[in-house]
C-alpha cells in the first residue's frame, strides 16, 4: 500500500484543518487507518485510528472531542479533521494502514505502511 498524506499547513489556535491520506496500490478497504503524529524531540505518538469498515474509531485522550477521524473507501481516502487547534497540536502528521484491520491498536509498531508526513503548524 502506497500512502500519500496531504492537508498540512499553519493555523492559528482555535482553528481548523482537515489531513487527507490516500492509498493505492492495494485494496484499501481491508486495512484498518491510523493518524499519527511526531514532534520536533518527542516520539511518534498515536492520534486516532479507523477499522477497515469505519465502523470503529480509537482517539487519544489528548484530541478527543476535537478531532474526527473517518474514511471513505470508494475514494481510497481516509480523513482526520482537526478542529479547536492548539500548539500542542504542531507536529508532523503521517497516516498508516494496518492490515489486521481492527484498527484497535495504539503502537506505531503494529502498523505495516506509512505515508511520508504532512506538517501541522498551529500559531497562536
Known amino acids: 500500500v502506497q500512502l500519500q498524506a496531504s492537508g498540512g499547513g499553519l493555523v492559528q489556535t482555535g482553528g481548523s484543518l482537515r489531513l487527507s491520506c490516500t492509498a493505492s496500490?492495494?485494496?484499501?478497504?481491508?486495512?484498518?487507518m491510523g493518524w499519527f503524529r511526531q514532534a520536533p524531540g518527542k516520539e511518534r505518538e498515536f492520534v486516532a485510528a479507523i477499522s477497515w469498515s469505519g465502523g470503529s474509531t480509537y482517539y487519544a485522550d489528548s484530541v478527543k472531542g476535537r478531532f474526527t477521524i473517518s474514511r471513505d473507501n470508494a475514494k481510497n481516502t481516509v480523513y482526520l479533521q482537526m478542529n479547536s487547534l492548539k500548539s500542542e497540536d504542531t507536529a508532523v502528521y503521517y497516516c498508516?494502514?494496518?492490515?489486521?484491520?481492527?484498527?484497535?491498536?495504539?503502537?506505531?509498531?503494529?502498523?505495516?505502511?506509512w505515508g511520508q508526513g504532512t506538517q501541522v503548524t498551529v500559531s497562536s
Open positions: 496500490g492495494r485494496t484499501f478497504s481491508n486495512y484498518a
Open positions: 498508516a494502514a494496518e492490515r489486521k484491520g481492527y484498527g484497535n491498536t495504539r503502537d506505531w509498531w503494529e502498523y505495516d505502511y
